[in-house]
Structures are given as structure tokens and as C-alpha cells.
């Protein structure tokens, strides 16, 4: 459900996941909703510090608490603080799962020193997986006005639509969270270029610009239908232009927005569900939401 009633944040102590604890403290506070911070701990790890007489789970529990109080003093009483053992992703994935979690909050790059996966492994598997919506913070972010426990000040949304129905739907989404947020919606559409040859680019650009003028109508049409339902002011407009280079470019102009977006059911010519996400994300530098329906 978005605006969510429960939000999970998944910390695992590194600056990308602090800037999501960050975020994610001020998003329930904003949305009054629930707060679960959670560190997942990989068994091996745990079973270790055993043989030496360490119940690092207590260890580790005590420090998410101190580490909350220190990113997030105001949410410290009320936040629900779990330190799960198991492997990451599927500790993310099953508590988000238990604790009935609206959405998940997690950071762009975990304590992983490899240069590859650029997103961390643990994040893109479980952008693949997830059964919740899930926001992606960088660890650049900050919020917009630090004297203040929550999101005031953030925005736009910017919507990420085509014509199927994950895009759609993600679109009513983010109308709704700018609602709390007291913020506006920007919805765009991107038609990409036919990539070929230069000797054949004329044909290429004959067919992106009929393509434009299509998806143009169509688009309008689903857009002014989202319109009609926003609780908040929105806009809409097509573009040309590679879909994740589009809406970073207008992330860059709105340093304090988010970026919403639907996840693809299956791969699509950009690569793989969760993958414009991704480059959104690194291209972007702003939160980026990927909106799961149901």
C-alpha cells in the first residue's frame, strides 16, 4: 500500500544503508506509519563469534539501536529493531514478508568491496524478487531540511509511465504518496530511438518520430485518466530520448524529488525487470521507488 502503513529498512551499517535509515524514519514519519529496521547476519558469521564465546546477535542488536539513535533519534521509542541470522536477501525478503511491510527501504551499495555489481548483489537480488514495492536511496542522499524529523521539502515525483499496466499503476502511486508529502507529480514518457547504423538512420528517425506522435495520443490519453484521480497537482509530457537518461536528466533538476516507477513483469528491450531502476538510480542520484501492484 502506498502511502505505506509499514516501512521496513534494511541496514547493514554502511553509508548507503544509513541514508536509508535516514529516509526511511522520515518517510514513516511523514506517512505515520510504522517503522522495522533490520540487519541481516549471515549464519556462518554468527556460528563463528559462538566458538569464541560471542552472542553477536545481541552484539549486533545493540548496535542498530545505537545506530538508530544516532541517524534517527525522534524514532528510536517507536521503532520495531530485528537481527535476523540466515542469508541477506532472504532475510530481507521473509521479514519484509512477516512483518507485512508496505514497503522496503534499502541502500544503493552495500559493505561489498567489488566494483561489480555497481547496485551491490544483495540489492538487485532483491529487486528481482521482491513481492513489495521497494525504494532504492543513494548514499549521497540528504534530506531536504535536517532541522526536520521527516520528508518536508521533498519532491517531485517524478513518474516514469508507459502504456502497461505496472507503469500505470505506479504512476496512481506516486499521485498518492505526493499526497503526504505535500508535493507535486511529474509523469513523463520517453520514446527511445531506434538504435542502427548511421547509414540507415534516416529510416530510424522516420520511425522513432511516427512512434512519438502514437505513443504521444496514447499516452495523454492514460495520463489525463491518472489526472483525474490525483489527489495532488500533476503534469505530463513526452519526450524522445532514452527512458533512464530522461528521467535522471529531470532528477538532476529536482534534487529533492523521487523518482516512482512500475517493475517490468518481464525483460524488455533495456534489460532485465529492475534494471532502469537501477541506472535511474546511478544516473539520477535521487530515491527511486519501484512501485509493485497488488
Not at 559462538?50 to 533519534?73: C, F, K, Q, W, Y
Not at 495523454?220 to 505530463?236: D, I, K, L, Q
Amino acid at each position: 500500500m502506498i502511502p505505506p502503513r509499514i516501512v521496513l529498512a534494511a541496514v547493514d551499517f554502511s553509508p548507503g544503508a544509513l541514508a536509508a535509515l535516514d529516509f526511511a524514519a522520515r518517510l514513516a514519519t511523514q506517512c505515520s506509519a510504522d517503522l522495522h529496521v533490520l540487519h541481516a547476519v549471515p549464519a556462518p558469521l554468527v556460528q563463528a563469534a559462538h566458538t569464541s564465546g560471542h552472542d553477536v546477535r545481541t552484539e549486533m542488536l545493540e548496535e542498530l539501536r545505537r545506530v538508530l539513535i544516532g541517524v534517527a533519534p525522534a524514532a528510536h521509542a517507536s521503532a520495531h529493531c530485528h537481527v535476523i541470522e540466515g542469508e541477506i536477501a532472504n532475510v530481507i525478503l521473509d521479514i519484509a514478508a512477516r512483518e507485512r511491510a508496505d514497503v522496503l527501504v534499502i541502500g544503493e551499495k552495500g559493505m561489498a568491496d567489488a566494483e561489480w555489481p555497481v547496485l551491490g548483489s544483495t540489492l538487485e537480488d532483491v529487486l528481482r524478487r521482491t513481492a513489495i514495492s521497494v525504494i532504492v536511496v543513494p548514499a549521497a542522499w540528504k534530506p531536504p531540511d535536517r532541522a526536520r524529523a521527516d520528508l518536508t521539502g521533498a519532491g517531485p515525483i517524478l513518474a516514469g509511465v508507459d502504456m502497461s499496466c505496472p507503469a500505470i499503476e505506479a504512476a496512481a502511486a506516486g499521485c498518492r504518496l505526493a499526497a503526504p508529502l505535500k508535493t507535486t507529480v511529474m509523469m513523463l514518457h520517453a520514446v527511445p530511438p531506434p538504435q542502427t547504423l548511421p547509414r540507415w538512420q534516416a529510416y530510424a528517425t522516420a520511425v522513432a518520430s511516427a512512434e512519438f506522435e502514437r505513443s504521444r495520443v496514447d499516452f495523454e490519453r492514460v495520463a489525463r485518466a491518472v489526472r483525474v484521480e490525483s489527489p495532488v497537482p500533476t503534469t505530463f509530457t513526452t519526450t524522445r530520448g532514452d527512458v533512464a537518461g530522461v528521467l535522471a536528466q529531470q532528477a538532476r533538476l529536482h534534487p529533492d524529488g523521487m523518482v516512482v516507477l512500475g517493475r517490468a513483469s518481464c525483460p524488455h528491450d533495456y534489460g532485465p525487470p529492475g534494471s532502469i531502476v537501477a541506472r535511474t538510480l546511478l544516473l539520477g542520484r535521487v530515491p527511486v521507488l519501484m512501485h509493485i501492484g497488488g
